[in-house]
């Protein structure tokens, strides 16, 4: 079973910076996409950010030049560097990531996982 755990959510206020991180732990072989999507309410889920294997981003227009997203492949972990904050900024944030994990067969097989999510708030 696979787990991504995410933290550093928080309340901030506009013009300020936060730093998320979402570790992935459990049977897995190797993580390939991993990325950062945000739900605010009344809205539907929505991309952020995303990092391939090999640290190629890719960033929601909302969030180009202000946020940066980052992983440690060693670790499994993903981080969301969040600077210049605004109001409409404020949403649950979710991890994602799509791995290779085995089957209990012998075999693999791609799956893909969500944390639970972590709110940003931002405001005065």
């Known amino acids: 079973q696979v787990q991504l755990v995410e933290s550093g959510g928080g309340l901030v206020q506009p013009g300020g910076s936060l730093r998320l991180s979402c570790a992935a732990s459990?049977?897995?072989?190797?993580?390939?996409?991993m990325g950062w999507y945000r739900q605010a309410p009344g809205n539907q889920r929505e991309l952020v950010a995303t990092i391939t294997g090999g640290g190629r981003t890719n960033y929601a227009d909302a969030v180009k030049g202000r946020f940066t997203i980052s992983r440690d492949n060693a670790k499994n972990t993903v981080f969301l560097q969040m600077n210049s904050l605004k109001p409409e900024d404020t949403a649950v944030y979710y991890c994602?990531?799509?791995?290779?994990?085995?089957?209990?067969?012998?075999?693999?097989?791609?799956?893909?996982?969500w944390g639970q999510g972590t709110q940003v708030t931002v405001s005065s």
């Open positions: 459990g049977s897995i072989v190797s993580i390939n996409a």
């Open positions: 994602n990531a799509g791995l290779l994990e085995p089957t209990g067969w012998g075999t693999l097989r791609q799956s893909d996982y």
